[in-house]
C-alpha cells in the first residue's frame, strides 16, 4: 500500500478511535446556562458546615425594619433558620415560593423556626411584597450579593437564585437546595423533612 495511503488510513482511525469530550454542563451546578456552556464552581456551606454570618437589613409585612437592628445570623444560634434566597419580589415563582411557604408555614416550619427570605430588592419592595402575600416572616434585602456569594446564590443577572438553606441550632448547614423549584411539592416536602430533623422531630 502506498505510504500516502496508509497515513490517511492512520488519521481516519485515530478520529475514530478518540471520543469527543462533553462540553461541561453548568445546570448541574445551579446556574443558569447562558450562552456557550462553561465550568462553573459551586461554592457555598455543604451540609455539616458552618454556615457563615451576616447581618443584613430587613422589612416585613408592617414595614421597614430599623436601620440599627439588621437581621444578625449570629443571634438565632439554637434555633432553626431557613434561608431562603429567590430572584425578584412580585414575579410569578417567587410569588408562589413565599406564598406557599405562608400558607403552609405551620406544617414546613413551625413557630420555633426562624425564616428568612433574601433577594437583591429594595426593602419599600419587600414590604409591599410581604404585605401583598400577608408574609409571617422577614425578607433581607442584599443588592450587591456580598451574602449571596458566600451561599452560592449568587448570578451574573444581578438577581439571586433560588436556593434554600437550612441551619441548624448548632450554626452547621442541615441542608441546602441549590436549585429549588417554587412549583415542585417534593422539593418542599424535603425542606419541611429537613425542618423536623433539625429540630429533632
Not at 162 to 187: S, W
Request: proline share 8%; net charge positive.
Amino acid at each position: 500500500m502506498p505510504l500516502r495511503a496508509i497515513a490517511a488510513a492512520a488519521v481516519v482511525l485515530s478520529l475514530i478511535a478518540v471520543p469527543r469530550l462533553p462540553a461541561q454542563d453548568s445546570s448541574k451546578s445551579g446556574q443558569p446556562s447562558k450562552g456557550p456552556p462553561t465550568a462553573v464552581m459551586v461554592s457555598g456551606p455543604d451540609s455539616g458546615r458552618r454556615a457563615p454570618t451576616f447581618r443584613l437589613p430587613w422589612a416585613n409585612k408592617d414595614g421597614v425594619g430599623p436601620a440599627d437592628q439588621p437581621y444578625d445570623l449570629a443571634l438565632d444560634r439554637g434555633k432553626t433558620v431557613v434561608l431562603a434566597f429567590y430572584p425578584r419580589d412580585f414575579t410569578n415563582g417567587c410569588t408562589a415560593e413565599m406564598r406557599t411557604f405562608a400558607e403552609q408555614y405551620d406544617s414546613l416550619f413551625g413557630a420555633a423556626v426562624v425564616v428568612v427570605g433574601i433577594s437583591t430588592d429594595p426593602l419599600e419592595t419587600h414590604s409591599r411584597f410581604a404585605a401583598s402575600l400577608d408574609l409571617p416572616f422577614r425578607l433581607l434585602s442584599d443588592p450587591t450579593q456580598v451574602v449571596a456569594r458566600r451561599y452560592a446564590s449568587n448570578d451574573r443577572s444581578g438577581y439571586l437564585r433560588r436556593t434554600v438553606y437550612v441551619i441548624g441550632p448548632d450554626g452547621k448547614v442541615q441542608y441546602r437546595n441549590l436549585r429549588f423549584n417554587a412549583l415542585d411539592p417534593k422539593h418542599y416536602a424535603e425542606l419541611g423533612a429537613a425542618v423536623r430533623r433539625s429540630r429533632g422531630g
